[in-house]
């Protein structure tokens, strides 16, 4: 079985400053992960994904993720936010049983930024 | 090279109506699931399907769910005797290649049901 904690609910960075998304997961094999990122009433767009290649992911609009298995962890950072980073981020495991590309969504974190 | 479309993207159907979500995948692409998100969830991943079959309905619940997605024309999820339960954003994602761990997975914009 695999599961994903995103380790808070809610975070709030004045513009400018750094993003820290923290999430933690638990799989059995070697995972793939990715985060994924949903603006209000809108579809979920990928940010970047982890398929063990480079431990340090980059994606889309300055962000990247850091593998680390040691820690079973997959933060999601950005050096700077932006008012338009402002949305709901799903850190995701991909399974390697079963129906393989089954997702397994983490239960989000709402990012606010602030002026 | 179009996303994948749902339709419609907003539902109101009222308790005991049928409630029929679309889905056309992205062109190429031939593996469909179906995600629901519940208020204030993450997306739970409901059913996987292939033209003509379905691989994986582990998330399905048991009663009043179907989903298909037919040879020719989208992916068909159907709900009946909809209950107020059932309001939630519904997802179509897929995925061009065969099954394997880190596919990249492909999202619509959702359909938003609410059942009054």
């Known amino acids: 079985a695999q599961s994903v904690t995103q380790l808070d609910s809610h975070v709030s960075v004045s513009e400018g400053t750094p993003v820290l998304l923290r999430c933690n997961y638990s799989?059995?094999?070697?995972?793939?992960l990715f985060w994924y990122v949903q603006h209000p009433n809108k579809g979920l767009q990928l940010l970047l994904k982890?398929?063990?290649?480079?431990?340090l992911v980059k994606g889309i609009n300055g962000f990247e993720a850091e593998f680390k298995k040691s820690e079973t962890s997959f933060h999601l950072t950005k050096p700077s936010a932006h008012m338009s980073d402002a949305a709901e981020y799903f850190c995701v495991v991909s399974g390697t049983t079963g129906t393989a590309s089954k997702l397994t969504f983490g239960t989000g974190t709402r990012l606010q930024v602030t002026l | 090279n179009a996303g994948v479309m749902q339709n419609p993207r907003h539902l109101v159907r009222r308790r005991g109506q049928e409630a029929r979500l679309r889905c056309s995948p992205m062109k190429g692409h031939s593996h469909v699931y179906w995600y629901r998100q519940l208020p204030e969830e993450g997306l739970k991943f409901m059913v996987y399907?292939?033209?003509?079959?379905?691989?994986?309905e582990s998330g399905m619940p048991k009663e009043r769910f179907s989903a298909e997605f037919p040879k020719e024309g989208p992916s068909i999820l159907r709900i009946q005797q909809v209950v107020r339960g059932d309001s939630a954003a519904y997802f179509c994602?897929?995925?061009?290649?065969?099954?394997?761990?880190?596919?990249?997975?492909?999202f619509g914009e959702g359909s938003w049901l609410t059942v009054v």
């Open positions: 982890y398929t063990s290649a480079a431990t």
């Open positions: 399907l292939q033209k003509e079959n379905i691989i994986d």
């Open positions: 994602a897929s995925s061009p290649l065969g099954e394997r761990p880190g596919n990249t997975i492909y």
């Open positions: 799989s059995s094999y070697s995972p793939s």
